[in-house]
């Protein structure tokens, strides 16, 4: 749900767990021994019966739904929700996402807490004395929206704010529909400032369904964060399902790598937004049930005027594992080039998977290329399977990095942002630092305002630096997404 995201809904893949216990992943058969494995949850996990009107009809592209296994995507604990937010100013844009099927269940709890404090990444975000109860459904979320600080708007002013869903006021398209920019003010609603917004509209014939929709207003209707996108209200009139998002200025990180032509990004600014993405998933993360985001990729993160980084597009996200447990057992989806090998291979979800997710973009932006390219010569079409070995050995490193970045970083610092990714990409999840040791390190290399690089840009004598991408990569398979059938499980 960026507004410069994919472009269509093309190169879906699908992959089957078939009963010889074999997975076919890419046209590629794995042999599988953790048949079995993908289905251990434990009692209190088993589905339970689907309310009737969620039901629906398989489309030609789409598979069949299996049932929720818990209501409301989300618990939140020790009082990591939000404060009532309204933004009447500066807001967002999405970025769209093409090809999603399925969304998590949803789980219905009702938390009831004293008034705390959580303290993520230096910030500290209040609790409320009473968490009100997730809605598991439309219905429910009609009856009764839950989320003080969110908005529920009718479909005839969703029609006002996008000048009648004009043509020229959209963002981007995706497979769930179309991003609009829009307006919020006196003419929509008596009382309501001027707020710039960004208004995803899904299409009924999309990949994108109802729970995924609803996933979305559940865990950002209760989770506040400078490095989380803001979501300002809903449309769910009838059969039209709306989010209404803050308006972000400068759009997705994957528009300012991979456009054909654009200004350059220099190494601070990469840096800054590379920062400002790891807080994200480091916040979701330090719950005390934690929230795996399980899409990190570039045309999800969306950048404000100022270059901060803010995570989009919550539909995939999952709770992740509690007490004793390694792991959620679950479908395997996300987009690939970015979704860890060993989620995959089993199906099963950790922390861990985002930070791989995050080696990945890290190394994009190190690199200016593509996660997945089939541009460029065979070797070369993963990024990951071509450069990170190349990581480790400093002359070959040097030569690999984005061009376009000469002259605005030390030897050093190349070096030891390249160690990240590297520790990030490892095969095994557990050589993986976890967000927290991956702020740490990046907030060494956060300067001044007034550092060399920003006098040179300012200078007269500094010209912005236009570049044309390689063709063909607004159709690279970075956007194409990963669907099994392998059945949920805990989470």
């Not at 299409?203 to 803001?230: F, I």
């Amino acid at each position: 749900m960026c507004c410069a995201g994919n472009e269509n809904g093309k190169g879906k893949i699908k992959s089957k767990t078939v009963a010889c216990g074999r997975l076919k992943f890419m046209g590629i058969c794995f042999s599988s021994d953790v048949k079995h494995q993908q289905h251990q949850v434990t009692q209190q996990y088993q589905p339970q019966p689907q309310h009737e009107h969620e039901h629906q009809r398989p489309r030609p592209h789409q598979l069949p739904l299996p049932p929720p296994l818990r209501p409301n995507p989300v618990e939140i604990c020790n009082g990591v929700v939000s404060s009532p937010k309204k933004p009447h100013g500066e807001v967002v844009s999405t970025s769209p996402r093409k090809d999603k099927i399925e969304s998590p269940a949803v789980r219905n709890v009702s938390i009831t807490s004293s008034t705390n404090t959580h303290k993520s990444d230096g910030n500290v975000v209040k609790g409320v004395s009473s968490i009100p109860l997730c809605p598991k459904n439309i219905k429910e979320l009609r009856q009764n929206p839950a989320y003080s600080n969110v908005d529920s708007f009718t479909y005839q002013e969703m029609r006002l704010a996008t000048k009648y869903f004009r043509p020229d006021q959209i963002l981007g398209e995706g497979g769930f529909g179309i991003v609009y920019k829009g307006i919020l003010d006196e003419c929509v609603r008596p009382g309501y400032k001027i707020t710039h917004v960004a208004i995803k509209e899904l299409n009924r014939e999309g990949y994108q369904g109802d729970r995924e929709w609803l996933a979305e207003v559940n865990y950002l209707g209760q989770l506040s964060h400078p490095n989380l996108v803001t979501l300002i209200g809903f449309c769910c009139e009838d059969d039209h399902r709306l989010l209404v998002y803050e308006y972000m200025a400068c759009g997705s990180l994957e528009k300012h790598l991979f456009r054909r032509v654009s200004a350059s990004m220099t190494w601070s600014t990469r840096m800054k937004i590379a920062l400002g993405a790891a807080k994200g998933l480091a916040f979701l993360h330090c719950a005390e049930r934690s929230i795996i985001y399980r899409d990190f990729k570039t045309s999800n993160i969306l950048l404000d005027a100022d270059y901060n980084a803010k995570l989009s597009d919550f539909g995939l996200a999952k709770d992740g594992p509690m007490g004793d447990q390694t792991h959620v057992s679950t479908r395997v989806m996300g987009t690939y080039g970015y979704a860890a090998p060993e989620y995959v291979m089993t199906g099963h979800l950790t922390a861990r998977s985002d930070v791989y997710g995050f080696g990945v973009v890290l190394l994009e932006m190190l690199l200016g290329r593509r996660a997945m390219d089939k541009s460029r010569p065979s070797q070369e079409h993963n990024l990951v399977e071509w450069a990170r070995p190349l990581l480790n050995h400093n002359k070959k490193l040097l030569k690999i990095l984005d061009p376009r970045m000469e002259g605005q970083y030390t030897v050093r610092a190349a070096l030891k942002v390249a160690g990240l990714a590297y520790q990030c990409l490892s095969q095994n999840p557990k050589g993986r630092p976890n967000m927290k040791q991956v702020v740490e390190t990046l907030e060494t290399f956060q300067t001044q305002v007034d550092n060399q690089e920003e006098i040179m840009l300012r200078s007269s004598s500094a010209g912005i630096i236009l570049y044309e991408a390689p063709k063909d990569t607004y159709d690279s398979p970075s956007n194409r997404r990963i669907n099994s059938t392998r059945s949920e499980g805990n989470g």
